[in-house]
């Protein structure tokens, strides 16, 4: 089992910068795919970012693809979502989740097991 905690969440003037952090609690968490999937009130949950277990692959949502980078550290359990060039529809509950996939399933938000409880990113234009 694994347990999350995200940080770094706030708010950020269009064009600004943010970065987002999610540490893990368990031994297994080098085994899991970590993810990045955010949330607008009122509407459904959509997948940012991930990387794999040894974070050798990253895949990304087209519309942050160049402005986002995610990173991990196996060796301090934790997982990193670099927000650059930030823009008003990038705001949302952001949520740091981990999945056992690989490939094309990692977009897939039905393939993540574990969620932690979020942090609000705000981005004003």
């Known amino acids: 089992q694994v347990q999350l905690v995200e940080s770094g969440g706030g708010g950020v003037q269009a064009g600004g910068s943010l970065r987002l952090s999610c540490a893990a609690s368990?031994?297994?968490?080098?085994?899991?795919?970590m993810g990045w999937i955010r949330q607008v009130p009122g509407k459904e949950r959509e997948f940012v970012a991930a990387?794999?277990?040894?974070?050798?692959?990253?895949y990304y949502k087209d519309s942050v693809k160049g402005r986002f980078t995610i990173s991990r550290d196996n060796a301090k359990n934790t997982v990193a979502l670099q927000m650059n060039n930030l823009k008003p529809e990038d705001t949302a509950v952001y949520y740091c989740?981990?999945?056992?996939?690989?490939?094309?399933?990692?977009?897939?938000?039905?393939?993540?097991?574990?969620w932690g409880q979020g942090t609000q990113v705000t981005v004003s234009s």
């Open positions: 990387t794999s277990w040894s974070g050798g692959s990253q």
């Open positions: 368990g031994r297994t968490f080098s085994t899991y795919t």
């Open positions: 989740a981990a999945a056992r996939c690989s490939g094309y399933r990692c977009y897939e938000l039905s393939q993540y097991n574990y």
